[in-house]
C-alpha cells in the first residue's frame, strides 16, 4: 500500500455524458482514500482543435462506431440508474456554461456543474439559453452576467492550455499524481493508484442463462488479446454460453471506412495513453503483455488455425501478445503451435481447406451485419430479444448486464 495523492484533477465539460458519469462518482471514490478532487472545467472543443481532429468526436467515427456510441451513452446510463437524452442537436455549445461554473464562488461550483449537467442530459434543457444559465445562477446565489468579466473568459482560456499541456485529449480525464486516466470506465485504475485493488476480484459465477455471447477477435488487436484472456471468467460470471468467432478485422474495417492501423492515426498524447492503458488493463486482469516488435501482424493464418481448432487460440494470442513471437507465417506458427502440444503440421495444412478459407469470410461478413466496427466485439443473443452489440474488453460489465437483461 502506498500513501494516497493529496489531490485528483478532474478535467471535465459537461458537453460529454461520459464526462457527467464519472462526476457522479469520482468524489466518493477519493473520499475512501483520503483524496480530494478539483474540479477543472475546460472546454472539449478547444483540446480537439488544438489536437488537428475533429472538434466533434463523432465525426471521425465510421457509421457503425458513431451509431454504437449512442446505444453506449444509453446502457451506460441505466447502468447509473439514470436515463440520459441526447439532444437532437448534441453538440451544443458549452462556453457559456462553462464559464458559469468559473463564475460561481468556488464553494458551489461543482454544484453548479451538476445542475447544468442535470439540465442537458437529464431534464433536457439548452445550456446555451441566457435565461436557463440565470435560474442556475440564482439558484445558486451568484449572477450569470458574471460569464461576461473578462477574468471568467481568462480563467475557461487558462483551464483549457492547462490540460492540453498536460496531454489531455478528451473527458473525463483525471489526473492523479503524474498518472493521467482517460474515461469514466478506469475509475477502478484510479483506485489502483490510491491505493485500492490493484486486481480483479476473483469471477462469481453466475446463474445459468440460455444467453449466447459470440465474441469477435482478431490476433492483431491487443484488446482482443486482453478480452481473450478473460473468456473464461466472462462464461463464469454470466452463466451464456460463449462462442470465441474469429475475423478479419482488416477486412471489417474496409467495409466500416476505418483506416486499417487506426492506432497509427491516433494523436500524440493518446497513443501514449493507449499504450500505457494497455499494460494498465493487463495488470489488472492479471495477465503477462508486452507490445510485440513486428506490429502490424497480418493474422489470416492464425485466424484459419483457430477455425480448425478453436483451443489454439489461446497459445497464439500468448505468444504475440505476451512473448513477442511472431505467428504470421507457417513456420512460426508451428513452432507456437508444436510447443503448445498441437500437431502444428496438421493444423496448418487443414487451413487450406476451401471451407475453413470461407467460414473466416462468413464470420467478418457476419461481424459487419452485427454492426460491429472492431474488436472484441460482444453479440449477446438471448431467446425472445433483440440482440446487443458491445464493444471492448473494457465493457465486460454491460455484457454481463445484458445477458440479465438488466440494460
Not at 22 to 28: E, K, V
Not at 218 to 225: A, K, L, N, V
Not at 257 to 283: E, I
Request: net charge neutral; proline share 8%; with cysteine.
Amino acid at each position: 500500500m502506498h500513501s494516497p495523492p493529496e489531490n485528483i484533477k478532474f478535467y471535465f465539460d459537461i458537453v460529454c455524458p461520459y464526462a457527467f458519469l464519472a462526476s457522479l462518482r469520482i468524489d466518493a471514490l477519493a473520499a475512501q482514500y483520503g483524496a480530494t478532487v478539483t474540479w477543472v472545467p475546460i472546454l472539449l472543443g478547444g483540446v480537439l482543435k488544438a489536437l488537428g481532429g475533429p472538434t466533434t468526436p463523432t465525426d471521425g467515427m465510421n457509421p457503425p462506431k458513431a451509431r454504437h456510441q449512442l446505444h453506449d451513452i444509453s446502457r451506460q446510463g441505466r447502468q447509473a440508474g439514470l436515463d440520459l437524452r441526447l439532444p437532437h442537436d448534441h453538440p451544443r455549445r458549452t462556453v457559456a456554461a462553462m464559464r458559469l461554473i468559473l463564475a460561481a464562488p468556488p464553494e458551489v461550483r461543482k454544484a453548479v456543474a451538476q445542475d447544468l449537467y442535470a439540465a442537458y442530459w437529464v431534464r433536457g434543457e439548452d445550456v446555451r439559453d441566457p435565461a436557463l444559465l440565470a435560474a442556475v445562477a440564482t439558484r445558486h446565489g451568484f449572477d450569470a452576467k458574471r460569464i461576461e468579466d473578462q477574468d471568467v473568459k481568462d480563467a475557461l482560456h487558462a483551464t483549457t492550455a492547462e490540460a492540453q499541456a498536460a496531454g489531455v485529449f478528451g473527458v473525463p480525464t483525471m489526473v492523479v499524481g503524474e498518472r493521467m486516466f482517460w474515461g469514466q470506465d478506469r475509475l477502478h485504475l484510479i483506485e489502483a493508484a490510491l491505493g485500492g485493488p490493484t486486481r480483479a476480484p476473483a469471477p462469481v459465477a453466475g446463474e445459468k442463462s440460455d444467453a449466447t455471447i459470440r465474441v469477435f477477435h482478431d490476433f492483431s488487436s491487443p484488446f482482443s488479446y486482453l478480452g481473450h484472456t478473460q473468456l473464461e471468467r466472462l462464461a463464469v460470471e454470466t452463466g451464456a454460453t460463449v462462442v470465441p468467432t474469429p475475423i478479419l478485422l482488416g477486412g471489417l474495417f474496409r467495409e466500416v471506412g476505418t483506416a486499417d492501423v487506426p492506432m497509427f492515426k491516433l494523436s500524440v498524447p493518446k497513443r501514449a495513453w493507449v499504450a500505457r492503458d494497455l499494460a494498465d488493463w493487463a495488470a489488472w486482469w492479471g495477465v503477462p503483455f508486452r507490445f510485440p516488435d513486428h506490429f502490424p501482424l497480418r493474422s489470416v493464418l492464425p485466424l484459419r488455425i483457430t477455425l480448425v481448432e478453436p483451443a489454439a487460440a489461446a497459445c497464439l494470442y500468448r505468444a504475440y501478445w505476451a512473448e513477442n513471437t511472431p505467428i504470421e507465417t507457417p513456420e512460426q506458427c508451428k513452432k507456437v503451435l508444436d510447443s503448445a502440444g498441437f500437431d502444428g503440421a496438421a493444423l496448418i495444412a487443414a487451413t487450406e481447406s476451401p471451407a475453413v478459407k470461407e467460414a473466416l469470410k462468413a464470420n467478418t461478413a457476419a461481424a459487419v451485419a452485427a454492426g460491429a466496427f472492431g474488436v472484441p466485439t460482444y453479440l449477446v443473443e438471448r431467446p425472445g430479444h433483440a440482440p446487443q452489440l458491445i464493444w471492448g474488453q473494457d465493457r465486460l460489465a454491460l455484457v454481463r448486464a445484458a445477458v440479465r437483461g438488466e440494460i
